[in-house]
């Protein structure tokens, strides 16, 4: 069973950085993309940052400009960078993983991590 392990949530003030970072591991297959969704107390789920494993980005609109993500394929790890963090920024990040084993595609996710932006 693939394994996400999150690191780097905590409290920080409006303005403020973090980065977060999660590593995969047990892994059967290639790993297509990585990224970052978030869930507010109250509201969906919703995608903050992807990276294909070519390295191509996509990132929610609230984001950008604030928020960076890369990955190490190496070590099968992805980080997100953010920036000038807001109050709305607050939630449950979650690190995503999409894996391809034959021709089938799965979906895992990590326990999630609480990022909370408050002075």
């Known amino acids: 069973q693939v394994q996400l392990v999150e690191s780097g949530g905590g409290l920080v003030q409006p303005g403020g950085s973090l980065r977060l970072s999660c590593a995969a591991s047990r892994i059967i297959g290639s790993i297509n993309a990585m990224g970052w969704y978030r869930q507010a107390p109250g509201k969906q789920r919703e995608l903050v940052a992807t990276?294909?494993?070519?390295?191509?980005?996509n990132y929610a609109d609230s984001v950008k400009g604030r928020f960076t993500v890369s990955r190490d394929n190496a070590k099968n790890t992805v980080y997100l960078q953010m920036n000038s963090l807001k109050p709305e920024d607050t939630a449950v990040y979650y690190c995503n993983a999409v894996i391809q084993k034959y021709e089938r595609i799965y979906n895992y996710w990590g326990q999630g991590t609480q990022i909370t932006v408050s002075s």
């Open positions: 990276i294909t494993s070519g390295g191509s980005t």
